[in-house]
């Protein structure tokens, strides 16, 4: 079945520091990924839409100059998260389609980020 | 804005029953549902699909209804196994995005 892979699956860092999530289709080409945050006991939210290729498009509230998405390749999608404060702490999933035109999403393992 | 309900209380049944997972939505008109597993620290498990113009879908032990009227679906696991414990998300959408329930906690006890 489709792998989707996320790193790195968990991370810690400093309040005011950056940190890039990177997600990769493993065995088949995504034309569009997702990124969803969860925090503990809740949904997932969905943040933004990225399509190879072009801008993501993110979520009403999603602040794209601080969540910064890069779509670059048909298997490779990174997330960034600027600046980051406490209140970003939370488990962000990425999600992607195959090319193929199925319905069907594959999720990545999630990545556990941390901020002090 | 689309609101989607998935009762938020754990349900608890004994091994070898059917357990009944509930979703309601409103605001919304999707293309078709997914429901999806969740273990805890772990990213969602794709389960079942449904599209609007389906009423039932089954796969093994699962079975999905899908009521457009209602706006609600129904997901079923028969005989059900201890290690079916884990919460239970459905999302409504279209190719372009899915929104996601809060998911329902299932325990399932030998």
């Known amino acids: 079945g489709a792998v989707v892979s996320q790193h790195p699956s968990w991370v810690i860092c400093k309040s005011g520091t950056s940190v890039k999530i990177e997600c990769r289709s493993l065995?088949?080409?995504?034309?569009?990924m997702f990124w969803y945050r969860q925090f503990p006991k809740q949904s997932l939210m969905l943040m933004a839409t990225s399509n190879e290729g072009s801008k993501a498009t993110y979520e009403q509230g999603v602040e794209k100059d601080k969540f910064l998405i890069n779509h670059a390749s048909l298997t490779l999608s990174t997330l960034t998260v600027t600046s980051a404060h406490p209140e970003d702490s939370s488990f962000y999933i990425c999600?992607?389609?195959?090319?193929?035109?199925?319905?069907?999403?594959?999720f990545g393992p999630g990545t556990r980020l941390t901020v002090t | 804005s689309q609101k989607i309900e998935q009762n938020s209380e754990a349900l608890n049944i004994q091994e070898g029953k059917t357990a009944t997972l509930t979703c309601n939505y409103t605001?919304?008109?999707?293309?078709?549902l997914q429901w999806y597993r969740q273990d805890p620290g772990r990213g969602p498990v794709f389960l079942l699909l449904i599209r609007e113009n389906e009423k039932e879908k089954r796969k093994e032990r699962l079975k999905v209804t899908f009521d457009t009227t209602l706006k609600q679906s129904l997901f079923h696991i028969t005989a059900s196994q201890p290690a079916d414990s884990a919460t239970y998300l459905c999302a409504l959408g279209d190719f372009n995005k899915f929104y996601f329930g809060s998911g329902t906690k299932l325990n399932v006890k030998p």
């Open positions: 065995d088949f080409q995504a034309t569009t």
């Open positions: 999600s992607a389609r195959d090319n193929i035109g199925s319905d069907e999403q594959y």
């Open positions: 605001n919304y008109s999707p293309a078709y």
